[in-house]
């Protein structure tokens, strides 16, 4: 299958910073990215679905000027959690697809561990 | 909306012993279903899809699993497992028209010599 590679794979900051997460397909050209968050022991839970060169699509009760997406190439797409709080600290994952639709393959990234302290 | 059920949180198995995980769906037509499986430091991994057809569906490191209607089921199985299949296994469903894919909460199986 093809490899969703993100840095860093794990990152601590002080609240009220901001922390950037990449997302790069290494070996296919994703048109849709989708950014989930995991808790201990949960579902991941979707956040929101990108596709390149457009303006991202949040899922209800996600903060968009809080959870800053850009996917500005077929390979690269990266979450950046504003002015992170305690309460933003989760295991986020990002998934790579070839197309917008659940028929195409989403290809997942390791996930990055974000404690805020 | 789909969703997903995953009953079991956590199984224990011998190695060798067979498996089944369950997972339950709801959705009102034909879901696209799917079984993932996450090992620690790596990236959810699909085992098996399941879209039409054969409601027998073989997927890799020999698990398999059966789309039952009327149960509104996706039942994963494998007849022996081994030490390597300790890991977290995730449930899917998505729908024909739709992007999304609607997570179970997991099954975190560990195998026992």
């Known amino acids: 299958g093809a490899v969703v590679s993100q840095h860093p794979s794990w990152v601590i900051c002080k609240s009220g910073t901001s922390v950037k997460i990449e997302c790069r397909s290494l070996d296919f050209q994703a048109t ?3 950014w989930y968050r ?19 699509t949040y899922e209800q009760g996600v903060e968009k000027d809080k959870f800053l997406i850009n996917h500005a190439s077929l390979t690269l797409s990266t979450l950046t959690v504003t002015s992170a709080h305690p309460e933003d600290s989760s295991f986020y994952i990002c998934s790579a697809s070839s197309g917008p639709s659940s028929y195409n393959e989403q290809f997942f990234g390791p996930g990055t ?3 805020v302290l | 909306a789909q969703s997903v059920t995953q009953p079991d949180i956590h199984i224990t198995v011998s ?7 369950r997972c339950n769906y709801s959705y009102g037509a034909t879901p696209y279903l799917f079984w993932y499986v996450q090992s620690p430091g790596q990236g959810l991994q699909l085992l098996l899809k399941y879209f039409s057809g054969d409601t027998l569906v073989q997927g890799i490191k020999g698990f398999e699993a059966e789309f039952k209607r009327s149960q509104s089921s996706f039942n994963l199985r494998k007849p ?16 024909p ?17």
């Open chain 1, 113 to 115: 561990r974000l404690t």
């Open chain 1, 38 to 56: 995991q808790f201990p022991k949960q579902s991941l839970m979707l956040m929101a679905t990108s596709n390149e060169g457009s303006k991202a």
């Open chain 2, 97 to 113: 028209n739709d992007y999304k894919l609607s997570f179970g909460a997991g099954t975190t199986v560990t195998v026992r010599a």
């Open chain 2, 15 to 21: 190695e060798g012993a067979s498996l089944e995980l």
């Open chain 2, 80 to 95: 022996s497992v081994h030490w390597s299949d300790a890991a977290e296994y995730f449930c899917a469903v998505g729908a």
């Open chain 1, 32 to 34: 849709t990215m989708f």
